[in-house]
C-alpha cells in the first residue's frame, strides 16, 4: 500500500479495537528512542470508517511518536467496516508486535466471529479451521467452548456433530446474513459506548429500556462481552 505521512492528531482510536490490556512501556520507550534517533520504522495502519482515521496497527508506534514529539507519522489506509478494522486489529496483534497475553486471545477470538470470518458464503467454516485461522493459539475445542459462551446462537447452528470431528462447514445460519450481523454488531457497540458513558441511574434504565423493547425472552444474564 501507498505510504503517507499523516498528522498524529488526525488519527482516532477505538480503545475495543485494542486486545491487548495495556500498551507495553517497555516496548514504547524502545520506539521513542528509535524515532528520536532517526530510525526507519515501519508505518503505522490505519482504517478508514465511519469518516476517520481510526488506528488499526501501530499502537505502540503510535504512542512512542507522540512522546518523541512528532506531529507527523508514516501511515498506510484502507478502507474497511467497522467490524472488520476490529479483526485486522486484532489479527495484526497476532501476527507481530509485543506477543499477547493468554488472556488476551479471547478478544481476538470475538473480533473475528463478529467479523463474520467463521462463514465461507453462506456456510460455517469448522472450529479446527478457526483455530488455524487465529494462528494456533487455542485448540479447537477451547474455540468451541468460547462459541458456546460467547455467541451461542452462532454455535447452535453449528449443532452437535462438530464437537465430534464432523466438519460443520455444510451447516448453514439462515438466522441473519452476514451484512444483518456487521450491522446489527456495530449499532450494538456503539450503543454499548453510549451506555457505559452514562452516569450510573441512566445507564440502569437505558439497560432497562433495551430488555423491555427487546421482550420477555431477553431477561437473561448479560452476555459477558456486552
Given at each position: 500500500?501507498?505510504?503517507?505521512?499523516?498528522p498524529i492528531s488526525s488519527i482516532a482510536k477505538r480503545a475495543e479495537w485494542q486486545v491487548r490490556s495495556g500498551l507495553d512501556k517497555g516496548a514504547v520507550r524502545r520506539y521513542q528512542d528509535a524515532y528520536i534517533a532517526g530510525s526507519n520504522m515501519p508505518p503505522v495502519r490505519l482504517a478508514k470508517t465511519e469518516n476517520a482515521l481510526f488506528v488499526i496497527d501501530g499502537w505502540h508506534r503510535l504512542a512512542a511518536a507522540g512522546r518523541a514529539g512528532?506531529?507527523?507519522?508514516?501511515?498506510?489506509?484502507?478502507?474497511?467496516?467497522?467490524?472488520?478494522?476490529?479483526?485486522?486489529?486484532?489479527?495484526?496483534?497476532?501476527?507481530?508486535?509485543?506477543?499477547?497475553?493468554?488472556?488476551?486471545?479471547?478478544?481476538?477470538?470475538?473480533?473475528?466471529?463478529?467479523?463474520?470470518?467463521?462463514?465461507?458464503?453462506?456456510?460455517?467454516?469448522?472450529?479446527?479451521?478457526?483455530?488455524?485461522?487465529?494462528?494456533?493459539?487455542?485448540?479447537?475445542?477451547?474455540?468451541?467452548?468460547?462459541?458456546?459462551?460467547?455467541?451461542?446462537?452462532?454455535?447452535?447452528?453449528?449443532?452437535?456433530?462438530?464437537?465430534?470431528?464432523?466438519?460443520?462447514?455444510?451447516?448453514?445460519?439462515?438466522?441473519?446474513?452476514?451484512?444483518?450481523?456487521?450491522?446489527?454488531?456495530?449499532?450494538?457497540?456503539?450503543?454499548?459506548?453510549?451506555?457505559?458513558?452514562?452516569?450510573?441511574?441512566?445507564?440502569?434504565?437505558?439497560?432497562?429500556?433495551?430488555?423491555?423493547?427487546?421482550?420477555?425472552?431477553?431477561?437473561?444474564?448479560?452476555?459477558?462481552?456486552?
Amino acid at each position: 500500500m501507498e505510504v503517507v505521512s499523516i498528522p498524529i492528531s488526525s488519527i482516532a482510536k477505538r480503545a475495543e479495537w485494542q486486545v491487548r490490556s495495556g500498551l507495553d512501556k517497555g516496548a514504547v520507550r524502545r520506539y521513542q528512542d528509535a524515532y528520536i534517533a532517526g530510525s526507519n520504522m515501519p508505518p503505522v495502519r490505519l482504517a478508514k470508517t465511519e469518516n476517520a482515521l481510526f488506528v488499526i496497527d501501530g499502537w505502540h508506534r503510535l504512542a512512542a511518536a507522540g512522546r518523541a514529539g512528532l506531529d507527523m507519522i508514516d501511515a498506510t489506509i484502507e478502507a474497511a467496516s467497522s467490524a472488520e478494522a476490529a479483526w485486522l486489529a486484532a489479527e495484526a496483534n497476532l501476527c507481530h508486535g509485543v506477543p499477547l497475553k493468554r488472556g488476551e486471545h479471547r478478544k481476538v477470538f470475538r473480533a473475528f466471529i463478529r467479523a463474520g470470518k467463521h462463514r465461507r458464503g453462506k456456510n460455517l467454516i469448522p472450529y479446527r479451521e478457526i483455530a488455524k485461522a487465529l494462528h494456533g493459539v487455542r485448540a479447537h475445542t477451547t474455540i468451541r467452548n468460547w462459541m458456546r459462551e460467547d455467541f451461542p446462537i452462532i454455535a447452535e447452528a453449528y449443532g452437535p456433530a462438530e464437537p465430534h470431528g464432523n466438519p460443520g462447514a455444510d451447516a448453514t445460519w439462515a438466522i441473519l446474513s452476514t451484512s444483518d450481523l456487521s450491522a446489527a454488531l456495530e449499532h450494538l457497540h456503539s450503543l454499548a459506548a453510549i451506555r457505559d458513558a452514562l452516569p450510573t441511574a441512566q445507564r440502569e434504565a437505558l439497560t432497562g429500556a433495551i430488555r423491555y423493547r427487546l421482550g420477555p425472552e431477553w431477561e437473561t444474564p448479560e452476555p459477558k462481552d456486552f
